[in-house]
């Protein structure tokens, strides 16, 4: 249990059936009237927003969240395979859980799995990979200097924006939280 006043950025409580990571808090004592501590928190598993007050006395559970190293096995269909990297013991998650967090991830690659409670609710990729374009237009020399893009296809079947001398075959480094071009291999 944890109170109010006690709260730290990056604290991660149980409230109204849902789990919540404390993003940034202030405690306020107003000149008329009792002391409140005023919070922004994120819900872990929608990733919505929200600011709320509180009293210093209230008290809430911790949430524990474990973040383990799984490696990304394959995909059956509507279930894709995962092998835990230190006890070998694989699970299958559905595509609902999964979502788009593995469209820059090949497989064979180790993600982390955030859990709560032996739900996944979160796949966190590497922060960079390297992968192969398999579809784009093909680029013209001296096309360096403007700065402008192209569409290109990944070998995971993701498009992302490429300068126009990134050419099909050219292996390239992705940076996965924005989905942005970094640099080629």
Not at 116 to 140: C, D, M, Q, R, Y
Request: aromatic share 8%.
């Amino acid at each position: 249990m944890v109170s109010a006043g006690d709260f730290k950025n990056g604290l991660t409580i149980q409230m109204d059936n849902n789990i919540w990571q404390i993003i940034e808090f202030q405690h306020v004592k107003p000149g008329k009237g009792a002391a409140f501590v005023r919070t922004k928190l994120k819900n872990i598993v929608s990733g919505g927003v929200v600011e709320k007050s509180f009293r210093p006395t209230e008290k809430f559970d911790l949430a524990h969240i474990e973040k383990k190293e799984y490696q990304y096995l394959y995909s059956d269909g509507d279930l894709y395979n995962f092998m835990d990297t230190e006890t070998f013991e694989q699970i299958a998650l559905s595509a609902e859980d999964v979502g788009d967090s593995l469209k820059f991830v090949k497989e064979n690659e180790n993600v982390k799995l955030c859990s709560h409670a032996g739900k996944v609710f979160s796949i966190e990729p590497p922060i960079t990979v390297e992968l192969l374009i398999t579809e784009s237009e093909p680029g013209v020399k001296g096309d360096t200097a403007t700065g402008a893009t192209k569409p290109a296809i990944l070998e995971t079947g993701a498009q992302v924006l490429v300068p126009l001398f990134v050419n099909q075959g050219d292996t390239i480094k992705i940076d996965t939280r924005t989905g942005e071009y970094l640099s080629r291999v």
